[in-house]
């Protein structure tokens, strides 16, 4: 199966903006508590979510398309990794230079570089004055898609076994999901909301999207109608507590409607792909912005229009001077960026 023209680009765009400007809210305390502070809360809590369908969609594709594990495996790295490396080696080179502080520096790039980034998530002499000291707290979600990506290759395996049958495991993976939430969400113990968006939680999400890649040249057919499914569903999903359940569905539904609706194709990679950039800088530099005095200078609009500025540019330099060098020439977020 092959990747035609779609917008999933633009959804991974629009999805990683969404969360940079709820934090660029939270980080500011422009709104503490407020009601713009809430609804962008559950606006980012959403992108996060169709950000893990759109990933369990392509990477499934791209797991499909690969010939062995380690051809995977490599194309994964290569899109993962350096960009990634580059955002906590550069804090962390401030800080040495800043304090000299060694043993606490490689603590921090030794949890970080295994994205085990809630075990060290400060660095010495960066944003300790801040209302929150993380140094990037938008990496938790990584997490999540590396043991994703770990997993998938036995997931797909297993999948295949059952032939026909694939929609029952697929099916038992999405219940199992449910069932780990709703099992945390019963634990009376601090840490059981943590737990509860780890995975296999956040399977749902992921195995919604392995269900996309799996009707690719149905949802096609069928874009129109599906925006309006999903639309229904994923409101009935958020209005009536007792459907929450139906998001999954709905928006699954909604991101295959606007991703292949009629219309302009919308290439949002046309100049360079900064999704993954816009989502994993963006944190590091609202937060320098907030010590430095910007928001409290000019202003919650002031500052997000700074922020924008800086993050949309360092993007576009991450894209050109780390990602795109590290993929292969095939890749498909090359090709869509005019190579």
Known sequence: MSVSANRFDL??????????????????????????????????????????????????????????VADYAAKRIRRFYPAYLVVILVPALLSLMMTGAIADVLRYLLANGIFLNFVEPNLPGLFGANP?????????????????????PILAWVLSKLGRYWWIGIGLIVVGAFAWV??????????????????????????????????????????????????????????????????????????????????????????GDVSYGVYIVHFPIVQAL??????EAFGLFGGVLISVVLVFGLSFALWWLVEKPALRRDSHYRIVSGE
């Open 11 to 68: 959804l991974r765009l629009l999805f990683a903006s969404i969360v940079f400007l709820y934090h660029a809210l939270a980080l500011s305390l422009a709104d503490l508590g407020g009601s713009l502070d809430v609804r962008f809360g559950m606006a980012a809590e959403i992108a996060i979510q169709g950000f893990f369908i759109v990933s369990g969609a392509l990477v499934y594709g791209s797991w499909e398309r690969s010939k062995t």
């Open 132 to 152: 929150f000291t993380e140094v990037n707290g938008a990496l938790w979600t990584l997490k999540i898609e590396v043991m994703f990506y770990v997993a998938l």
């Open 182 to 271: 709703a099992a945390m969400e019963a634990w009376d113990h601090p840490l059981s909301d943590r737990f509860a968006r780890q995975l296999p939680g956040q399977m749902m999400y992921f195995g919604a999207g392995m269900a996309l890649w799996r009707l690719w040249p149905l949802l096609k057919a069928m874009a129109s109608i599906l925006f309006w499914v999903g639309l229904v569903a994923f409101t009935l999903s958020l209005s009536v507590e007792a459907l929450s359940a139906l998001r999954v569905l709905g928006l699954a539904a909604l991101i295959a409607g606007v991703a292949f609706g009629p219309g302009p194709e919308l290439n949002a990679a046309r100049w």
């Open 290 to 295: 907030v010590a430095n005095g910007i928001f």
